[in-house]
């Protein structure tokens, strides 16, 4: 299903992006994050069944602008809630 050698290697991009970003992040707000338990994640999604929920992204679409959690953390709740 998966070739696990090219989801290493994506994986260390992926990691390498986001070390990337959280540089310029530092560098716009002209601000050193000296502590290393911050930084910024980029999750890895494979299966997104949320992009086709009809009935879910109806609910989000009214709450999306009251939310700071991410499209997918909502689903999560949204499915166990059901």
């Known amino acids: 299903m998966f070739n696990l050698g ?3 290697k994506a994986r260390k991009r992926l990691n390498l992006i986001t070390s990337t ?3 310029l992040f530092q560098i716009n707000l002209r601000y050193k994050e000296k502590r290393k338990d911050y930084g910024i994640e980029i999750f890895e999604y494979f299966y997104l069944p949320w992009r086709t929920d009809k009935e879910f992204n109806k609910h989000y679409e009214l709450i999306k602008e009251y939310t700071l959690n991410p499209k997918s953390r909502l689903f999560t709740i949204y499915e ?3």
């Open 6 to 8: 090219k989801v290493v």
């Open 21 to 23: 970003l959280f540089k």
């Open 80 to 82: 166990f809630s059901k």
